[in-house]
């Protein structure tokens, strides 16, 4: 898998959470692990490792007496690109994860089939596996994984929503700042969109004045298609969310918020 200099080049990691500081789509993953009670989460794809140190830090909130306490899980992130896993280590709860560098057969490698209770695929993650050979590859993997009834969630942008219209430089522009006071000019810009692969450059404008262009592609799978790669893996759609509310999929929302349950 190539690897977007988003992801290794370590000027542009560095500004990757100041770029991403939402929290919607991380409230929604740590109230889903803590839902279904899962004791073992795999987190494929983890990034910088805001979630994966969320789910074992979660805990210092908990009512007394909760079962299970965010303490009691074993979270294990996994990234293929090292810049990324060098944030996610040295953060706040970062001890407490085991973090791996590789794919998700490194997870499945270290705990062994059967072993976990939740994977998760965040930040779009899903749409980065642009084969359908790839992308069946990680719903196996997923699948071995997971202990029977143990689920899998992830989100994916809806392509009857066609949000890539917008991202285009005047739509998308904004300027970010660092904890440290740097501030930076980022935008997006559509460069082709062919059979469900659609390319865009993500730009980054620091101080010095020089804009870093990172390349990236991704698949738009349908929802029909989702599902039925899904359902050939082994898994049946528990639910399914068009936003991180759990709102119902409809023409108001843009995202297709899957929980698939392993059969």
């Known amino acids: 898998m190539r690897l977007d200099a988003h ?8 500004r990757y959470d100041a770029e991403n500081s939402g929290r919607d789509d991380t409230d929604f993953y740590v109230a889903l692990a803590d839902e279904l009670q899962a004791r073992t989460v795999v987190d494929v794809g983890c990034g910088t490792g805001v979630l994966a140190a969320e789910l074992v830090d979660a805990s210092r909130d908990a009512a007394p007496g909760s079962e299970p306490t965010s303490s009691d899980r074993t979270v ?7 810049a990324m896993l060098d944030v996610a280590r040295s953060r706040t709860g970062g001890q407490q994860v085991t973090w791996l560098e590789g794919t998700a057969d490194a997870a499945l490698d270290h705990l062994g089939p059967g072993s976990a209770d939740l994977v998760l695929m965040t930040g779009h993650v899903a749409q980065v596996f642009l084969t359908d050979d790839d992308w069946s590859q990680v719903l196996a993997t997923a699948a071995a994984l997971l202990a029977s009834g143990g689920h899998l969630a992830f989100e994916t942008r809806d392509p009857e929503r066609r949000t890539w219209t917008r991202w285009t ?3 998308t522009r904004e300027r970010s ?5 740097t501030v930076s000019t980022g935008w997006v810009e559509v460069t082709a969109v062919h059979d469900g692969l659609v390319t865009f450059d993500g730009h980054t404008v620091l101080e010095d004045g020089v804009d870093r262009v990172s390349t990236s592609t991704l698949r738009f799978r349908s929802r029909s298609e989702v599902e039925a790669s899904l359902d050939a893996a082994g898994f049946d759609v528990a639910w399914t969310y068009g936003d991180w509310d759990r709102s119902p999929v409809g023409p108001q929302t ?8 392993r059969r």
Do not use: N, Q
């Open 169 to 171: 430089p005047e739509l």
């Open 76 to 82: 294990v992130g996994v990234d293929p690109a090292a």
């Open 177 to 181: 700042t660092d904890p440290d006071g």
């Open 7 to 14: 992801y290794t080049d370590p000027t542009l990691v560095s």
């Open 254 to 261: 843009s995202e297709l918020i899957m929980v698939a349950r």
